[in-house]
């Protein structure tokens, strides 16, 4: 039931282009990118003010949500490549 409720949510993250995996309460917002492409990571916190206004219009959220991270996924120099998004945190791994 709890998913069926959640569903709405699929539609904020597909508009953004974005992909998304939920368990329980938590939420992660994804998405890939080749090293050799002009990325903008401006989809992400765009989501993030969607899905979080979402949650609390429909009573799923506190007031104080809790942290949000961000990771990229690579080698050296492929990280190297890609332009941290001003914004939003990252921490490479």
Request: hydrophobic share 40%; glycine share 4%; net charge negative.
């Amino acid at each position: 039931m709890f998913a069926m409720y959640i569903s709405p949510v699929d539609d904020f993250v597909a508009a953004h282009s974005l992909c998304y995996h939920q368990y329980a309460d938590d939420t992660q917002l994804y998405m890939a990118v080749r090293p050799c492409a002009d990325v903008t990571f401006m989809a992400v916190p765009e989501c993030i003010e969607d899905v979080t206004r979402w949650f609390l219009e429909n009573g799923l959220l506190s007031t104080q949500p809790r942290p949000k991270q961000s990771y990229y996924f690579g080698n050296k120099a492929q990280r190297e490549k890609i332009p941290v998004a001003s914004g939003i945190d990252v921490a490479a791994r």
